[in-house]
T-cell receptor
Framework: GAGVSQTPSNKVTEKGKYVELRCDPI?????LYWYRQSLGQGPEFLIY????????DSGLPNDRFFAVRPEGSVSTLKIQRTERGDSAVYLC?????????????FGEGSWLTVV | KQEVTQIPAALSVPEGENLVLNCSFT??????LQWFRQDPGKGLTSLLL?????REQTSGRLNASLDKSSGRSTLYIAASQPGDSATYLC????????????FGAGTRLAVHP
């Protein structure tokens, strides 16, 4: 389809393992965002890309979290040494240009469970 | 600290009622405010986007208003239908961080026939 695509849709991993979550934004969207949503809460901002560069990574909780977007389209969120507290839905979104005047489109999320 | 709060947390209404969802924010230096809908196990769908220079936006049975001075936004849903049942999230972007949305926890709406 033409929407934001995220894989995997579900991931169960053991504590301490490494995880990668992938996001395919809408074609032509230069802005890409990662958010994290815990049960019963609204999404929390993690990182924003404009093109290939991370324009704002202030939401990444610690240095175990890292994200890349090497060619300005697909992005990967990487989590090292996972902890049980990392369990959440990781949402990717994209928009045409920056977010101030543009509609943001969200994917359905990657549900991460750390056991 | 910039925060967004939504009340009520949950709402159950009979079909056909007009209803209002409330959102408040702590910083009047707002860039824009958006309302989203989230169905269980799904991502978010943007409903309405209000720029800081605007006071309201309308789409079909939905109307959202923005009052920067009081730090409030409301989402009005006319003639509610069972298909409107979902969680509605309010999100704002603020000065100093226009690229990030700060979300409320949402209002879980159930419209029963």
């Amino acid at each position: 389809g033409a929407g934001v695509s995220q894989t995997p849709s579900n991931k169960v991993t053991e504590k301490g393992k490494y995880v990668e979550l992938r996001c395919d934004p809408i074609s032509g969207h230069t802005a890409l965002y990662w958010y994290r949503q815990s049960l019963g809460q609204g999404p929390e901002f993690l990182i924003y890309f404009q093109g290939t560069g991370a324009a704002d990574d202030s939401g990444l909780p610690n240095d175990r979290f890292f994200a890349v977007r090497p060619e300005g389209s697909v992005s990967t969120l990487k989590i090292q040494r996972t902890e049980r507290g990392d369990s959440a839905v990781y949402l990717c979104a994209s928009s045409l240009g920056g977010p101030t005047g543009n509609t943001i489109y969200f994917g359905e999320g990657s549900w991460l469970t750390v056991v | 600290k910039q925060e967004v709060t939504q009340i009520p947390a949950a709402l159950s209404v009979p079909e056909g009622e007009n209803l209002v969802l409330n959102c408040s924010f702590t910083d009047s230096a707002i860039y824009n405010l958006q309302w989203f809908r989230q169905d269980p196990g799904k991502g978010l769908t943007s409903l309405l986007l209000i720029q800081s220079s605007q006071r309201e936006q309308t789409s079909g049975r939905l109307n959202a208003s923005l009052d920067k001075s009081s730090g409030r936004s409301t989402l009005y849903i006319a003639a509610s239908q069972p298909g409107d049942s979902a969680t509605y999230l309010c999100a704002a972007s603020f000065s100093g961080g226009y690229n990030k949305l700060i979300f409320g926890a949402g209002t879980r709406l159930a419209v029963h026939p």
